[in-house]
């Protein structure tokens, strides 16, 4: 048997649907966005070293060499220079797999 409701109960019940409704939404725990990865496909090595990602590794690298080629310590034309290969991106190279060399210190190595 139903019972009619009057415009002030369903009202009422209305009210207290959309509370029930916004309750369960903002209790909710809410997803965790995934980082994008930007989409480097196609880049030769050398376009590859002008991204922003190994601008930002690179400058970590001179940071923790003191800005000093570590084979003389010459402090100018410097530039870091990987020992492994081998990773998908250069920036993903471990600290111990990069190394502040100056230009002629690398080129050396690369003789």
Excluded at 52 to 73: S, V
Excluded at 93 to 99: G, M, R, W, Y
């Amino acid at each position: 048997m139903n019972i009619p409701y009057s415009e002030k109960e369903k009202k009422q019940i209305k009210e207290q649907k959309k509370l029930i409704k916004w309750w369960k939404k903002s209790t909710k725990p809410k997803k965790k966005k995934k980082k994008r990865v930007k989409n480097y496909k196609g880049l030769n090595y050398t376009e590859l070293l002008k991204t922003p990602e190994w601008r930002k590794r690179r400058e970590q690298i001179l940071f923790r060499d003191n800005y000093t080629c570590q084979e003389c310590g010459f402090k100018t034309h410097l530039e870091v220079h990987h020992k492994k290969y081998g990773y998908k991106y250069p920036w993903m190279s471990p600290d111990k797999d990069l190394i502040t060399l100056c230009e002629i210190c690398h080129a050396k190595i690369h003789k």
